[in-house]
C-alpha cells in the first residue's frame, strides 16, 4: 500500500510554537516513515531567499518540497500560506497513492479532507495541537493524531 502524507508545513510551524517548541523536521519524517510508513511526504511551504539550506535539509531528510511565491507586507511579514498548492497536489497525486495522511488543523482543508474519506483515500490527520484546530475537522476525529503529544519524540533539541 503506497501513502503519501500532505503537510501544511505554516500549520505545523505556527500550532507547536504556540505550545512552547519547535519540531525537528528530520525526526518527523522519521515518525511518519516507521509508524505510518508514508512513502512520500510533500511539504508545502512559502519560498523566502536566503533558507536554500534549509530547504536543502528538509529534502535530505526526505521531504518533497512544494513551494508557493511569498509575499512580503510593508509591516515586515512575510505571506505564503499554501493551502491551495497542498490541495491541488493531492489531486495531481491521488492516483498514485492508495491511502493519504493530511498534516494540519486548519479548516480549509475540510472539503479536501472529505474527499478522501469518501473516496476510501484518507488514512491519518495529524493534528498539530490538539488544543487549537477548526472545529470543521472535528467531524474527522476517528482519524486524529496529535503530534503536540508526541513532542518527546519530535522536539528539536538546541545543540549545547
Given at each position: 500500500?503506497?501513502?503519501?502524507s500532505?503537510?501544511?508545513?505554516?500549520?505545523?510551524?505556527?500550532?507547536?510554537?504556540?505550545?512552547?517548541?519547535?519540531?525537528?523536521f528530520?525526526?518527523?519524517r522519521?515518525?511518519?516513515?516507521?509508524?505510518?510508513?508514508?512513502?512520500?511526504?510533500?511539504?508545502?511551504?512559502?519560498?523566502v531567499?536566503?533558507?536554500?539550506?534549509m530547504?536543502?535539509?528538509?529534502?535530505?531528510?526526505?521531504?518533497?518540497?512544494?513551494?508557493?511565491?511569498t509575499?512580503k507586507?510593508?509591516n515586515?511579514k512575510?505571506?505564503?500560506?499554501?493551502?491551495a498548492?497542498?490541495?491541488?497536489?493531492?489531486?495531481?497525486?491521488?492516483?498514485?497513492?492508495?491511502?493519504?495522511?493530511?498534516?494540519?488543523?486548519d479548516g480549509?482543508?475540510?472539503?479536501l479532507?472529505?474527499?478522501?474519506?469518501?473516496?476510501?483515500?484518507?488514512?491519518?490527520?495529524?493534528?498539530?495541537?490538539?488544543?487549537?484546530?477548526?472545529?470543521?475537522?472535528?467531524?474527522?476525529?476517528?482519524y486524529?493524531?496529535?503530534?503536540?503529544?508526541?513532542?518527546?519524540?519530535?522536539?528539536?533539541?538546541?545543540?549545547?
Amino acid at each position: 500500500m503506497k501513502i503519501y502524507s500532505f503537510i501544511d508545513s505554516q500549520n505545523l510551524n505556527l500550532s507547536v510554537q504556540s505550545a512552547g517548541w519547535k519540531i525537528d523536521f528530520t525526526k518527523f519524517r522519521v515518525y511518519l516513515m516507521e509508524k505510518y510508513k508514508v512513502d512520500k511526504a510533500f511539504l508545502f511551504l512559502g519560498y523566502v531567499a536566503g533558507n536554500e539550506e534549509m530547504y536543502t535539509a528538509l529534502q535530505e531528510a526526505g521531504y518533497i518540497l512544494v513551494f508557493r511565491p511569498t509575499l512580503k507586507y510593508k509591516n515586515g511579514k512575510i505571506k505564503g500560506n499554501c493551502d491551495a498548492e497542498l490541495v491541488l497536489h493531492c489531486m495531481i497525486e491521488k492516483n498514485n497513492f492508495d491511502k493519504a495522511i493530511i498534516i494540519t488543523g486548519d479548516g480549509d482543508f475540510h472539503c479536501l479532507v472529505e474527499y478522501l474519506k469518501n473516496e476510501k483515500k484518507l488514512h491519518k490527520i495529524g493534528i498539530p495541537n490538539s488544543k487549537a484546530f477548526s472545529a470543521l475537522l472535528r467531524k474527522f476525529s476517528s482519524y486524529f493524531f496529535y503530534i503536540n503529544k508526541l513532542r518527546d519524540k519530535l522536539e528539536l533539541k538546541r545543540e549545547v
